[in-house]
DNA sequence: CTAGGAGCTAGAGGGCCCTCTAGGTCAACA
DNA sequence: TGTTGACCTAGAGGGCCCTCTAGCTCCTAG
């Protein structure tokens, strides 16, 4: 298996050093980070995996707090899959909704960016907001 | 004109009266609100036009300081469409990149979901996660 | 043998965006 | 008259998510 320092994680993940002992200390890792002699962190595949749908569940908005949840129900080990299947599609729904809302704003947006390139291809931009 | 309290415009906005003031203190807003005799604001169909898309703004993620650098073209006054135009489309394309990102981290989460309902239908969720 | 570079901990700092508090004015109503 | 409720200002507080600092150890290369 592959170890990595937390480095190379960082490359990995695009998490920088501190947020990566950041996570760790928050409680947001399904597993807890091994050491080597010298009490630096080693990281498997397994935890740059789950780091990397970290980045996923937070790039979509989901909240650490919600993330940490989600990290002791994998923590807890097996029994527990329907609550994990549960916060997964709640976020699912969130961010469905979210990508609504936002294309949503986009139409607002884009109609201001036509009226605007109307207005300013004629020159009569002064009719606007005065 | 329709003149409103500031009660009234967190109705017909969604912003408290708490966030009314502040985005007023702030520079958000394209005029300046009017007050009454008792220094009470008042505000016209156009400021909650303005406040309205401030919301679509925000909604889509657009920082107050943009907002303001908005806000800053518009009180200047006719002569600088291209700017303002140039803005929004930024913002655009902000918020278009945004949304493609929002579906990659659907599409990943929306993999995860599969999983655990095929092996907890299945009970054979133990291999996940180990 | 020493300078660099990577790692460590604990905890402070900071950006963003409000939200809330304290202490006040004013108008209306019972 | 006195209490309620909406409004005012200035500024503190707070949640979230890192990011950075101070002060340290250890290994490696020159």
Redesign the pocket.
Known sequence: MTE???????DRTG????????????GLLAAP?K?D??????YTEYDVEWLVN?TKF?AS???????REFAELVRQGPGNEEERLELLRAHQDTVRDRIAELADCLEVISRKVEVYEEHVARGTADTLWR
């Open positions: 990595l320092a937390i480095g190379q994680v960082t998490l920088s050093v501190h947020a990566l002992r950041f996570y760790e200390k928050e980070v050491r002699s010298n009490g630096r962190r080693v970290c937070r908005g989901m909240p650490l707090a919600t993330i």
